[in-house]
T-cell receptor
């Protein structure tokens, strides 16, 4: 059974804190993605990675960074959390090349106070 | 980044009714996808479309790739309680799997018993 897991389902942090969101996939997928989901805005791509140590900016990268040191793990980092980063964060992975099935994790709901 | 306009934003229907939703884009897409997100979970792929005019079914779900390549439609026939969730369209300008997706704003489906 394919699986994308995210380290936390719910997280509460204070403004200015450094926040790490971890994502692990067990399918040996090359491509991994971080999205944020907000009501009325759908899913917006923050960053993605095609391979280990590779990263590319998505549509809304400001205020975020990522790390992919191992193929199975893709981390999203909020260097200094702000209240406007309160959101649902979704990680996804997909194998390289053709093929549509992008597997999503269950999401991390982050509240920044 | 580009966003897709998806309508309606929400639907309240009775069990057994048919459902229709659509997605429009200002630019041409060569791939259209439909996802469903159930409460507390990440989105799951329902249907993938690759050709203008294509009509594809998955059980009670039918999706169409618009002739203009700027829109797509999803229909659900004879709705049942487990159809509840948020439905997202997603599009890609190329037919190549590695290019990133643009997601719609979502349609929240609620079924009244």
């Amino acid at each position: 059974d394919v699986k994308v897991t995210q380290s936390s389902r719910y997280l509460v942090k204070r403004t200015g804190e450094k926040v790490f969101l971890e994502c692990v996939q067990d399918m040996d997928h090359e491509n991994m993605f971080w999205y944020r989901q907000d009501p009325g805005l759908g899913l917006r791509l923050i960053y993605f990675s095609y391979d280990v140590k590779m990263k590319e900016k998505g549509d809304i990268p400001e205020g975020y960074s990522v790390s992919r040191e191992k193929k199975e793990r893709f981390s999203l980092i909020l260097e200094s959390a702000s209240t406007n980063q309160t959101s649902m964060y979704l990680c996804a992975s997909r194998r390289g090349g053709a093929g549509e099935t992008q597997y999503f994790g269950p999401g991390t709901r982050l509240l920044v106070l | 980044g580009q966003q897709l306009n998806q309508s309606p934003q929400s639907m309240f229907i009775q069990e057994g009714e048919d459902v229709s939703m659509n997605c429009t884009s200002s630019s041409i897409f060569n791939t259209w996808l439909w996802y469903k997100q159930e409460p507390g979970e990440g989105p799951v792929l329902l249907i993938a479309l690759y050709k203008a005019g294509e009509l594809t079914s998955n059980g009670r779900l039918t999706a169409q790739f618009g002739i203009t390549r700027k829109d797509s439609f999803l229909n659900i026939s004879a709705s049942i309680p487990s159809d509840v969730g948020i439905y997202f369209c997603a599009g890609r300008e190329s037919n190549f799997g590695n290019e990133k997706l643009t997601f719609g704003t979502g349609t929240r489906l609620t079924i009244i018993p």
